[in-house]
């Protein structure tokens, strides 16, 4: 099997990038500083609409932070699944830990069972849990079909060692995908050290605002950012190089 590059996209039109760089997957986000949370029913419907061949996966994740759901987000998160359905995506992404941060399974299998025939993801909820090999071996009872991972290190370089570990203790049954810091420069290493065949990347580039006027002193957010006349999208040359 070749190699799989699943682009994390941040707009329907880096969706549109993600596949005319060749890429057989998005997991479709907003708010990526954050870690991504749920895009809104037009993004993803304008996503579909101006794609054609590529699988969209939408994250299901109420807000930023960690994985500890309340009742309130997690009625929220159910409402999405169900958005999801209805759109008929490719798949959904998610991730819930316990207090103790172990996986939540009673709350993976209610989510699973919500998300009916979609494919399910769990996403770097995995990379903060307690015990990975526990959390393993519990997403394949659950029946996830892969976990998105950077071996519970900042970036997949450093967790190669974790995730050669897991692809071989998963032994095919799921899917062990890379992500966070997966580049074109690095792909090949961590392909060849974890015997992964899927990877997480983002191949991304600047856009620059065509706004002439400028009132650069009244920001519209807390996060530190550059300029915010300056946002990234998928660059269909950058996904070239994964490829």
Known sequence: MGRIIEICANSAQSCVEAEAGGATRVELCAAIPEGGTTPSYGEIRMAQKMTSTIHINVIIRPRGGDFLYTPVEVESMLYDLDMAKRLNVHGVVFGCLTKEGDIDVPLMRKLIDASGALSVTCHRAFDVCRDPFVALEQLIELGCDRILTSGQQPDAVRGIPLIRELVQRADGRIIIMPGAGVRSTN???????????????????????????????????????????????TDRKEVTAYI
């Not at 950012?225 to 999208?233: A, D, I, M």
């Open 187 to 233: 792909i090949a290493r961590i392909e060849a050290e974890t015997g992964a065949n899927e990877f997480h990347t983002s191949a991304r580039s600047i856009v620059y605002s065509q706004m002439e006027y400028r009132n650069e002193n009244v920001p519209m957010g807390s996060s530190v950012v550059t300029s915010e006349f300056e946002t990234v999208q």
